[in-house]
């Protein structure tokens, strides 16, 4: 079975641009989570999509959004990029995202904001 | 803030020796735990779940949950080279609606 594949891998923007990263999950799962990893920060939680609804977010600018389509694929978008986005975005896909699921991580998509 | 701590490292020990990995989380309510492996520039890789008190052993790797002092812990027998890498330590929040992630412990296993 495939894994979560993530695209672009690499992407490079300016301060104020927009930028669209999508993820597809692994067939069969339904539930798409998303993260940003920093080196100061961590990993950290932006939101989680269930049949195209986002059920929980992190604490995050409301820049950062996102959806999910009916295949379950998902897409996030951050606006008006600053510097301090820069990371690495991971996504997650999980059968239905339940408490005790365990969640698959895909490659990435490393943004670098200059 | 739901917090889960980890010593940031480095942990270096000799190849064949046990290393030991520990982690400290704050919400009481937490039931799931797991441990991811992230190698440097790669996405994390989950080698273990663990969702009751006690020890769960895969291959050489045990994870530990004490779930009275909130404390999950993960020991790798038999320690090789390649197992050098960042080891995450995630926990799901009470109300299970998100997956909270140590800032993880580097492992450094020499030859």
């Known amino acids: 079975k495939a894994g979560v594949t993530q695209t672009p891998r690499y992407l490079i923007k300016t301060r104020g641009q927009q930028v669209t990263l999508s993820c597809s999950p692994i067939?069969?799962?339904?539930?798409v989570s998303w993260y940003q990893q920093t080196p100061g920060q961590g990993l950290q939680f932006l939101f989680e999509?269930?049949?195209?609804?986002?059920?929980n977010k992190g604490n995050f600018p409301g820049r950062f959004s996102g959806r999910q389509f009916s295949n379950s694929r998902s897409e996030m978008n951050v606006s008006t990029l600053e510097l301090g986005d820069s990371a690495l975005y991971l996504c997650?896909?999980?059968?239905?995202?339940?408490?005790?699921?365990?969640?698959?991580f895909g490659p990435g998509t490393r943004l670098l904001v200059l | 803030q739901k917090e889960v701590e980890q010593n940031s490292g480095p942990l270096s020990v000799p190849e064949g020796a046990i290393a030991s990995l520990n982690c400290t989380y704050s919400?009481?309510?937490?039931?799931?735990f797991f441990w991811y492996r992230q190698y440097s520039g790669k996405s994390p890789e989950l080698i273990m779940s663990?969702?009751?008190?006690g020890d769960k052993e895969d291959g050489r790797f045990t994870a530990q949950l004490n779930k009275a002092s909130q404390y999950v812990s993960l020991l790798i027998r038999d320690s090789q080279p390649s197992d050098s890498a960042t080891y995450l330590c995630?926990?799901?929040?009470?109300?299970?609606?998100?997956?909270?992630f140590g800032k993880g412990t580097t492992l450094s296993v020499s030859s």
């Open positions: 999509y269930f049949s195209e609804t986002q059920r």
């Open positions: 997650a896909s999980s059968l239905t995202g339940g408490k005790g699921e365990t969640q698959y």
């Open positions: 067939s069969g799962h339904r539930s």
């Open positions: 663990i969702y009751s008190n």
């Open positions: 919400d009481r309510g937490s039931q799931s």
């Open positions: 995630a926990v799901f929040n009470q109300a299970g609606t998100a997956l909270i």
